[in-house]
């Protein structure tokens, strides 16, 4: 199992671009997340889906989209770019919408908005 | 909402010492709670987690962690730190029906060769 990618790793973006972050696990996953990691402020959380067809809004949602065709896919869209979105990002999945789930990471993609 | 506090944003030690990063959550129904590790340029790893039973978890790299439900809190202790363990620790819980993990802050940890 690859387990969690993210594509690309590194994106330079200029304001107002849009662009959309890859996530996909091999894993058979129901619940996948996305997260921003951003200096002194841990991860939060910005969109997440308990399985296909099914999404909802995570702490920071502002600028960003998501939607979950497939079990595998879970992309990450941001329409107009701002520099405040600069940031890391990362995706996670875990077998289930219950608590009792341990969450796996992506690489992370390091996003710049100039 | 649920909350996670890490104490100490940035922890330097000597290799040999001991380790204890605080963590305390505010959740007052049950909990999940989890130690995620990230190795500079790297991605998050998991370190140890805690779902029910004995409240002492051990994890990997001789890292363990004390679940004190009537203090919120689940520290994580190692009893002799190496160079190699010097990265970023994230506590973090999970107390929602939907699974969504909160985080703390996170604590950079240097360890002096």
């Known amino acids: 199992n690859a387990g969690v990618t993210q594509t690309p790793k590194f994106q330079v973006l200029k304001t107002g671009q849009s662009m959309t972050l890859q996530c996909a696990q091999d894993?058979?996953?129901?619940?996948m997340s996305w997260y921003r990691q951003d200096p002194g402020m841990g991860l939060r959380l910005i969109h997440y889906?308990?399985?296909?067809?099914?999404?909802d809004q995570g702490e920071v949602p502002n600028g960003y989209n998501v939607s979950r065709s497939t079990t595998e896919d879970f992309p990450l869209r941001l329409l107009s770019a701002a520099p405040s979105q600069t940031s890391v990002y990362f995706c996670?999945?875990?077998?289930?919408?219950?608590?009792?789930?341990?969450?796996?990471f992506g690489p992370g993609t390091r996003l710049t908005v100039l | 909402a649920q909350s996670v506090s890490q104490h100490n944003h940035h922890v330097i030690l000597s290799e040999a010492a001991s380790l204890e990063l605080g963590c305390n959550y505010s959740?007052?129904?049950?909990?999940?709670l989890f130690w995620y590790v990230q190795y500079p340029g790297q991605h998050l790893q998991l370190l140890l987690k805690?779902?029910?039973?004995?409240?002492l978890v051990k994890g990997i790299k001789g890292f363990e962690a004390e679940f004190i439900k009537s203090k919120f809190s689940f520290n994580l202790r190692k009893p002799s730190v190496q160079w190699s363990d010097t990265a970023e620790y994230f506590c973090?819980?999970?107390?929602?029906?939907?699974?969504?993990?909160?985080f703390g802050k996170g604590t950079k940890l240097s360890v002096k060769p």
């Open positions: 894993m058979n996953h129901e619940y």
């Open positions: 959740y007052g129904g049950t909990v999940n």
């Open positions: 996670a999945s875990s077998k289930g919408q219950g608590i009792v789930n341990t969450q796996y």
């Open positions: 889906s308990v399985g296909a067809g099914i999404t």
């Open positions: 805690y779902f029910s039973g004995d409240p």
């Open positions: 973090a819980v999970n107390g929602g029906s939907q699974g969504n993990l909160i």
